[in-house]
């Protein structure tokens, strides 16, 4: 069973400050993607990193996808409160897009 | 657009009782999913199809659980009967073509067994 790992479960910060999200597996993925959940409503996808050491920068957010495949992180830079919601990571597994998502992390960015 | 459309939004329910949750997906998309989201388990799919048809549902739980998907519009879940532990979240998403691409994900439905 393939699994995803998210740390840390909640994270709650000062507006301003930096903070790293971390996703890990045992398994291999061909890709993986980071979506953001706001309350009530549905994940909407940031980003999807494809290559062993991909780096993608997305305003404030960086993204990194681990040289093995295995893992990924989300940086931000100087957080703001509309940055608070839940971050999700899915490795992709398989041809047609069946997904695998980690538990996510519960962000709140105070001001 | 209008994105994906699910209803109901919210659905309160008794244990046992009939629950069908609906969703139309975006227009020209080929694959549509189905997931459900608890604290416990997070977000789990279900079961997908790709132009009409059922391609995975290793992920519905048990036999009371059904999904169809009559045309490319149009898609049900169902679940006969429900008990308190199917509380969750469900979650309707499409995409167009599989792999990577992007999953646009519906405002969900928000089940609750009593």
């Known amino acids: 069973t393939q699994l995803l790992e998210q740390s840390p479960q909640f994270l709650s910060i000062q507006e301003g400050e930096n903070l790293t999200v971390y996703c890990n597996s045992s398994s291999v993925f061909s890709s993986l993607q980071w979506y953001r959940q706001e309350p009530g409503e549905g994940p909407v996808l940031l980003v999807t990193?494809?290559?062993?050491?991909e780096v993608k920068k997305l305003k404030r957010l960086t993204f990194q996808f681990g040289d093995a495949r295995k893992d990924s992180s989300l940086h931000i830079t100087a957080a703001q409160p509309g940055d608070t919601g839940l971050y999700l990571c899915a490795g992709v597994v398989g041809s047609q897009g069946n997904l695998i998502f980690g538990k996510g992390t519960k962000l709140s960015v105070k001001p | 657009d209008a994105g994906v459309i699910q209803s109901p939004r919210h659905e309160v329910t008794e244990m046992g009782q009939e629950v069908t949750l609906r969703c139309k997906p975006i227009?020209?998309?080929?694959?549509l999913f189905w997931y459900r989201q608890t604290m416990m388990r997070g977000l789990e799919l279900l079961i997908y199809f790709n132009n009409n048809v059922p391609i995975d549902d290793s992920g519905m739980p048990e036999d009371r659980f059904s999904a169809k998907m009559p045309n490319a519009s149009f898609s049900t879940l169902k679940i006969q009967p429900s008990e308190p532990r199917d509380s969750a979240v469900y979650f309707c998403?499409?995409?167009f073509g599989g792999g990577a691409r992007t999953q646009y994900f519906g405002p969900g439905t928000r089940l609750l067994v009593l």
């Open positions: 227009s020209g998309h080929d694959y």
């Open positions: 998403a499409s995409s």
């Open positions: 990193v494809v290559t062993g050491g």
